[in-house]
């Protein structure tokens, strides 16, 4: 597993270079992926993000993860050289792509069970599992030239776990078309389709990304948890059960002291200072 780097509350913190560059300020914590020229998901990288997370996860200092990239392709998914260089083990490379597709499989879930809003931040080509990650991020905003793609039947390799994500993103019949054809599409088409939120120009993206982060890690970082948590879990549910598990939850919310703190401040017309409790 690749080190997990901590973060020190006295500062806002830099590590620029090696796979993932990380920062953080004001709560949001940029990683940002730096495997050139296409970014793949070797398993290296893979193992430097789900390091970042976990270290993100138990770190309170931070709010908001953006995952961005360097160059002009997010991500091209999987390291196709890095998985094609093992069909010469013993047993023709079938535990490296268990390894390769779990640890990717189990980075898109710690995404979603993460108690910490992600956002991606795209600008140009995400494609197979670089599509993928974006799917699986909670928010997306990407730049009006970026595009999308799942193209593993052009090659005779399903997507079928960039599927998940991308099923549960986008409408059904979108997600087949994308899957089935391998074709791909622009940023206006991801957006009908529901794979990401935004499309901005390439020069402002950043700034936009930074306000919704910023927006975002204003808010009570309990309140986020419980409810990204809730959101995920209502999914998998009947419409009844689902209702029946939120409005659990929503006691319990109303239960914590930011929940008294926050709506205190509403009715007194003042900001809620957030306890985290």
């Not at 780097?5 to 500062?11: E, N, W």
């Not at 200092?61 to 991500?75: E, L, M, P, Q, Y």
């Not at 990717?104 to 795209?122: F, G, R, T």
């Not at 054809?181 to 940023?187: K, Q």
Request: hydrophobic content about 45%; overall charge negative; aromatic content about 6%.
């Amino acid at each position: 597993m690749a080190e997990i780097v901590s973060f020190r509350k006295d500062a806002d913190r830099m590590e620029e270079g090696g796979l993932l560059s990380r920062s953080l300020r004001d709560g949001v914590l940029r990683l940002v992926l730096n495997n050139p020229p296409t970014n793949v998901l070797s398993i290296a990288l893979l193992e430097a993000l789900m390091a970042a997370l976990e270290t993100a996860e138990a770190d309170p200092d931070v709010r908001v993860v953006v995952i961005a990239s360097t160059g002009t392709v997010f991500s091209a998914g999987h390291d196709l050289k890095e998985l094609t260089a093992h069909r010469a083990d013993e047993d023709q490379g079938a535990g490296f792509f268990e390894k390769a597709f779990r640890l990717c499989a189990d980075l898109m879930l710690k995404i979603a069970h993460l108690p910490k809003p992600v956002i991606a931040e795209v600008d140009g080509l995400a494609t197979a599992a670089g599509c993928q990650l974006v799917a699986s991020c909670d928010l997306a905003i990407c730049t009006d030239t970026s595009t999308f793609c799942t193209p593993g039947v052009n090659i005779g390799l399903f997507c079928s776990t960039p599927m998940v994500a991308v099923t549960r993103a986008t409408h059904r019949k979108q997600a087949m078309e994308m899957l089935l054809t391998g074709e791909t599409i622009d940023a206006s088409t991801a957006k009908d389709f529901g794979l990401v939120n935004r499309i901005v120009p390439k020069q402002y993206l950043a700034q936009v990304v930074a306000k919704y982060a910023g927006v975002i890690a204003s808010k009570s970082p309990l309140t986020l948890k419980i409810g990204k948590e809730a959101f995920y879990r209502q999914l998998e549910l009947p419409v009844e059960a689902a209702y029946d598990h939120t409005a659990r939850v929503m006691v319990e919310n109303m239960l914590t002291e930011d929940a008294q703190e926050g709506i205190g401040a509403f009715l007194g017309k003042r900001k809620p200072e957030w306890k985290g409790e």
